[in-house]
Structures are given as C-alpha cells and as structure tokens.
Nanobody
Framework: QVQLVESGGGLVQAGGSLRLSCAAS????????MGWFRQAPGKEREFVAA????????YYADFVKGRFTISRDNAKNTVYLQMNSLKPEDTAVYYC????????????????????WGQGTQVTVSS
C-alpha cells in the first residue's frame, strides 16, 4: 500500500515557476515508477510526466517538454515536478500516482496502470 500527498501548488503568473512535491509512505515506493497527471476544469485527466523506479529514465508529454522536469529522491520517498515557463493553459489540479508494477523499466502514460493516487494540488497560472 502506498499513500501519496502532493504539495507545492499555488497561484503564479505566466512565465513563473513552481515545484510540486509528492511525499509517499509505504515500503514499495522506491520500487515503483511514478507519474504526474493533471486535470483542468471540464477536461479529461491527462498525462504530464513519469519516471522509472530508479530515476534513470523519464518521459514527458509534448506540451511540457523543455519546461517541466520530473525527478525523485528514493531516500526521501519523494517525487518532484519542477515546472518552469508556466502558461495559463497549465492551470489544473496536478496529481501524482504510483504505477502498479514493481521494478518496471517501462514508463507508462495511461493512468489506468497506476494504482495509487494523491489527492491533488491546484496550480493556477494567471495571464
């Protein structure tokens, strides 16, 4: 069982930066790939970024490439999402999630493969 708690969201002007954190409890965190997803009002949840269990491989949605960076610190049971050059269209609730497969080298973008989800943190980017 893994519990996830996001933090770091807030209100920022366009062009600004935020760093989201996702603190995990449970002994399996370091063996699971982690992902960030987001959901804007009236829209479906979408994949943002993911990182494999050991932190050697990452994958990003095209709309955040070059602006967002995902990382993890397994010693601290935490995954991060550094968001730079934020745009108003980045406004959404951001969720971290833990993949269901242990030690998987695959990075998956479909949220259906993620078993554990945080409660979300609101990110609002003003123009």
């Amino acid at each position: 069982q893994v519990q996830l708690v996001e933090s770091g969201g807030g209100l920022v002007q366009a062009g600004g930066s935020l760093r989201l954190s996702c603190a995990a409890s449970g002994r399996t965190f370091s063996r699971l790939a982690m992902g960030w997803f987001r959901q804007a009002p009236g829209k479906e949840r979408e994949f943002v970024a993911a990182i494999n269990w050991i932190g050697t491989s990452t994958y990003y949605a095209d709309f955040v490439k070059g602006r967002f960076t995902i990382s993890r610190d397994n010693a601290k049971n935490t995954v991060y999402l550094q968001m730079n050059s934020l745009k108003p269209e980045d406004t959404a609730v951001y969720y971290c999630a833990a993949d269901s497969a242990l030690y998987s080298s695959n990075i998956r973008t479909n949220g259906g493969f993620y078993d554990y989800w945080g409660q979300g943190t609101q990110v609002t980017v003003s123009s």
